[in-house]
């Protein structure tokens, strides 16, 4: 991925964030296919709702793991990026109708996972995920105030 270097995917691991989502779920796909090691956040182990589908994957078996993280907590940050060579955030609240704490949370959960990969000297890459939800120029605004303020 940098500059011609070749990866080996065998030994690549990859942080989806909100790997249960429509989005992440593809992205867990593809890269289990390309035959990466995946681990993906979820809110909950529990919800076998949207943890089944990913362990369903082919190669999910050998090459997916499961890790509970909160948009809304630091602590489960540090140990999701643990060992992670490139991290995908796909993760987001998505509601039907967004309100500030649907916001606060989008923003504040990535200010958290960035935050996270900074801390971890085995992430290369970070690439972040968003939808159409986002169009929002309160939120953007609020984005790049937090941003420039914190980094």
Same mark, same amino acid.
């Given at each position: 991925? +940098?500059?011609?270097?070749?990866?080996?995917?065998?030994?690549?691991? $990859? /942080?989806? %964030?909100? #790997?249960?989502?429509?989005?992440?779920?593809?992205?867990?796909?593809?890269?289990?296919?390309?035959?990466?090691?995946?681990?993906?956040?979820?809110?909950?182990?529990?919800?076998?709702?949207?943890?089944?589908?990913?362990?369903?994957?082919?190669?999910?078996?050998?090459?997916?793991?499961?890790?509970?993280?909160?948009?809304?907590?630091? +602590?489960?940050?540090?140990?999701?990026?643990?060992?992670?060579?490139? $991290? /995908?955030? %796909?993760? #987001?609240?998505?509601?039907?109708?967004?309100?500030?704490?649907?916001?606060?949370?989008?923003?504040?959960?990535?200010?958290?996972?960035?935050?996270?990969?900074?801390?971890?000297?085995?992430?290369?890459?970070?690439?972040?995920?968003?939808?159409?939800?986002?169009?929002?120029?309160?939120?953007?605004?609020?984005?790049?105030?937090?941003? +420039?303020?914190?980094?």
């Amino acid at each position: 991925m +940098d500059g011609g270097d070749q990866i080996d995917p065998s030994k690549t691991r $990859v /942080l989806v %964030t909100g #790997s249960s989502g429509y989005l992440a779920t593809h992205c867990v796909q593809q890269l289990l296919n390309a035959g990466y090691i995946v681990r993906g956040t979820v809110r909950s182990l529990k919800n076998e709702k949207k943890v089944k589908p990913l362990r369903s994957l082919p190669h999910a078996y050998e090459r997916l793991e499961l890790v509970e993280a909160d948009l809304d907590n630091d +602590d489960s940050w540090i140990s999701a990026v643990k060992d992670c060579d490139y $991290v /995908l955030h %796909t993760a #987001s609240p998505f509601p039907i109708v967004a309100d500030e704490k649907c916001i606060e949370t989008a923003v504040n959960g990535t200010l958290r996972v960035l935050k996270a990969c900074a801390k971890e000297f085995s992430v290369k890459k970070v690439v972040l995920t968003s939808s159409c939800a986002a169009i929002n120029g309160k939120l953007f605004i609020t984005f790049i105030y937090l941003f +420039d303020t914190i980094f």
